[in-house]
DNA sequence: TTTATTTACGAAACCGGTTGCGGGAAATAG
DNA sequence: CTATTTCCCGCAACCGGTTTCGTAAATAAA
């Protein structure tokens, strides 16, 4: 009894249920006259209608999934921001799901969307993620996917991505730049497009400096902070010790900045630290790091977008593209001197 | 035609409709040889069922909505984290709702509760929330309701808060511990119980003291980093600068920080600086910053714990109280020396 | 006046599961 | 050899809107 229902307002007003549901789509079949009638009573008992039994029979749930490794990130949770201001401009509704960087969760996330709990996925895979065919599946079950920053590239459909090879030669190069000749760039996995391109990217400028750029200059850390510190404090150990950083997630700063303290290397004197990441406080860091930063919102916005825009005419299926979104370096006193 | 229902399973097991869903419903009514081969079937066939018609008939929909002024938050975020956690340990679903501390956006949201689409809310109202009406109106259509962090503190149902009064007691104490005596308190709302407990317990602290600590010690801050730095930045500039300041919410820091740059006054020497904040790189920035840390984690987990305990004994309605988890005071080098 | 057309609304099927109830067959009891 | 119970399963109503189709009344065209 609680929740009223268009039966409901039929009946009070002696109208059929049909008629009643005619007038919230402004149906051509009803008189000015009757909907004002419903509408009116509609407003003053507050009358929402049940999402659920439209969803069910319209097999469409004005709903969509995100799907990421994690949201304690600047990036995501700008992103998240992006994805919701246009969702909510078009009425639809944001579900959200977390993989920690798991394949398995992400398989068993995905696989819940095959039954039309929402009309599309926006995604960032996780760091285990090789394979695609948990997203193809659900592709072909009839659910449209848009990936957006860790991308799949070789699956069929949109890619939201922002320019990670040029931004990490940009990266490489200022380095270059400053001096800087022996350079070490952290990964977090050897499969993700982002982490790859980005050190393509610093490579290719490298190599164009006939600068050397070996096995050893690329060292891949984990999930975990304080791990990642020893890492890198024992890479600050090295003989040949690096005399710039190159952080390749966002996530990774932190112990950086932990392990030159521990091991009293100073930025920017000893090593020079540059990072993607869009921390805002970037800025007041000691000393304040220079970073890539991506365009978060807008890629969060675009991927939403275009998922709504192949959404409205289902006819056209989202192109295979990737959409580039550049990168910005703002430089700061961690590459300075 | 793409997704498998129970009808098609049914025909092809030569069963009835009603059979099949017995099956999923694990009920005894049906035999162990019969559920055997739906099983097989619908395993083989992958089907997954449709949330919508279920949310239905059943009336529940096994999802909840959560209700945040903003996510680019780290408060927020790793809420999120706790409060995902739970709820995919209970099988629920999230939606996700950003109110960018507008109130129109809240009860717009909130209005679209009424129909069934969550089974329960959890919310962190805007600042600009005073009355909460529209939070009881949708608790009166049978939505249960838990607040966490930034509670209604009349609103009759379950709050989950951090110690804010003690930890603003213990913010103040500590700087005066280390030789403050004139401390302001950077706020955000007049209104928001975070800001006027902290900001009590602040008081509380420097009376005890016999300190002084009027209304000029109270400095109200705006959603605009860069007004907030000028405004600041006219703190520094005062005759009677602070010695001192606490910034009652994270997003501040970063304010306080460029401030004191754009000002030339140094932290900790000229000025000792404390924040509420969950930022994992206070612990980096120049000087590192002493922070009242929020069990962000745990307080969304047991948000999430208790609306589900909640939901599953629907006759036992939240209790009007408020669950307190406390903060942890970290000291760095902001308050130093 | 008759026929064609438009207008405004209702009846009923439908979306895909859920659930109360009824009944036939086999098993156990009397 | 009946009477009762148990075990399995199907029928059909139902959740709350959506949509197709039919139709009576009003209006236009012939």
Redo the contacts between chains.
């Keep these: 009894m609680?929740?009223i229902s268009m039966k409901m307002l039929a009946k009070e007003l002696q109208l059929s249920l049909s008629t009643v549901s005619k007038v919230f789509t402004d149906s051509h079949e009803i008189s000015e006259q009757t909907k004002q009638k419903v509408l009116a009573l509609a407003k003053q008992l507050?009358y929402?209608?049940?999402?659920?039994?439209s969803?069910?029979r319209k097999r469409k749930?004005k709903?969509i999934a995100v799907v990421l490794p994690?949201?304690?990130?600047?990036f995501f949770?700008?992103a998240?921001?992006g994805i919701?201001s246009v969702a909510r401009d078009k009425g639809y509704?944001?579900?959200?799901?977390?993989t920690h960087e798991l394949l398995d969760r992400e398989r068993a996330i995905l696989?819940?969307f095959?039954?039309?709990?929402v009309d599309g996925v926006l995604i960032s895979i996780s760091n285990e993620t090789t394979t695609d065919c948990h997203i193809t599946d659900m592709m072909?079950?009839?659910v449209p996917v848009v990936f957006f920053d860790r991308v799949c590239e070789e699956t069929p459909t949109t890619r939201i991505t922002t320019n990670d090879r040029e931004s990490g030669q940009l990266a490489a190069q200022h380095l270059i730049d400053a001096g800087c000749r022996n350079i070490a760039f952290l990964s977090i996995s050897e499969s993700l497009p982002i982490s790859r391109n980005r050190l393509a990217g610093c490579r290719q400028a490298l190599s164009a400096q006939r600068l050397p750029f070996g096995a050893d200059n690329v060292v891949m850390c984990t999930d975990d902070?304080a791990e990642n510190v020893q890492i890198i404090a024992r890479l600050l150990q090295r003989p040949d010790r690096p005399d710039a950083i190159i952080a390749s997630v966002e996530k990774l700063?932190?112990a950086v900045?932990?392990a030159c303290?521990q091991e009293k290397v100073s930025i920017p004197d000893q090593l020079k630290v540059i990072s993607f990441s869009n921390?805002?406080?970037a800025?007041?860091?000691?000393?304040?790091l220079t970073t890539i930063t991506q365009p978060a919102f807008n890629m969060g916005k675009m991927a939403a977008e275009t998922l709504f825009t192949s959404l409205r005419k289902s006819h056209l299926p989202l192109k295979a593209e990737t959409l580039v979104v550049p990168s910005t370096l703002i430089v700061r006193e961690s590459t300075g001197k």
């Design positions: 609680p929740n507050n929402v209608p049940n999402p659920y039994a969803s069910l749930s709903t994690d949201v304690a990130d600047s949770s700008v998240i921001n919701e509704h944001v579900l959200i799901y977390l696989s819940e095959q039954s039309g709990r072909q079950r009839g902070e700063t932190a900045y932990l303290k921390q805002n406080t800025a007041i860091l000691n000393p304040s």
